[in-house]
């Protein structure tokens, strides 16, 4: 559905990513878009689907590609790729030229992220202030990397409570940080474990203390596009 392009950073770099755009009757020309930002795997399969997910919805969505070609379905390999990442380049350089290349096609432009992607979401917010939303997946970064004062845009949040990656009391420290700075959010709490959104966390193979919910990923998915369309249209 998708097409690989290529989008410059702030520091004039280039970087590449998958951008999947409308179909018609839709305009691309003056649809709103989102960026996609990938778990640890790598710009696989899965996250290029949420990208077209987002599109079959209405939206312009690119997923730029964090680890330059890379990707596996190793969890080992995955922690080797996540580990070796600048977080800070990547928020600051890669996430934000994601936001200006779509922001000079769109008038209102949105940010998500799963897992990993999740904790670059909350960083990205705080790197990017063309941002006009940001939804976060069940991901957050050491709370003290996150300068709230910096974030402008409304965050929306989807959290599992028996989340064993990121442990839902951290959550409670983010909404302590994001409410001191005035921040406007809108969390949600689901009885579900890690990646309950990922539809590939099924079966033997799945990376343990993962676990798809189909019930929990349509509601979170249902409110992610109201918050989307209530903020970029």
């Not at 003056?30 to 290029?48: C, R």
């Not at 005035?182 to 689901?190: A, I, L």
Request: glycine share 10%; with cysteine.
């Amino acid at each position: 559905m998708g097409t690989m392009v290529t989008f410059t950073r702030p520091d004039g770099k280039t970087v590449q990513g998958y951008l999947a755009e409308p179909t018609a009757p839709q305009s691309t020309s003056n649809a709103p878009a989102v960026v996609v930002i990938q778990e640890w795997w790598g710009l696989n399969d899965q996250i290029k689907g949420v990208a077209d997910r987002l599109a079959t919805a209405g939206y312009q969505a690119l997923v730029p590609d964090l680890y330059r070609g890379k990707a596996t379905v190793e969890a080992e390999e995955a922690h080797h790729l996540m580990t070796g990442l600048d977080f800070g380049d990547a928020a600051g350089q890669d996430i934000r030229g994601a936001v200006q290349f779509l922001k000079a096609r769109a008038s209102k432009v949105g940010l998500t992220g799963f897992c990993m992607g999740g904790a670059l979401t909350l960083l990205g917010a705080t790197q990017a202030p063309e941002l006009d939303a940001a939804a976060v997946w069940y991901g957050c970064p050491p709370l003290d990397y996150i300068d709230a004062s910096k974030i402008k845009a409304p965050l929306l949040g989807h959290w599992a409570t028996q989340d064993e990656f990121f442990k839902i009391d951290v959550v409670d420290g983010l909404e302590a940080k994001l409410t001191a700075a005035g921040v406007g959010y809108e969390f949600h709490r689901y009885l579900a474990h890690h990646a309950f959104a990922n539809e590939t966390a099924v079966g033997p193979h799945r990376t343990p203390a993962t676990q798809y919910d189909p019930v929990w990923a349509q509601q979170a998915w249902d409110r992610t596009l109201r918050f989307f369309g209530k903020h970029l249209g």
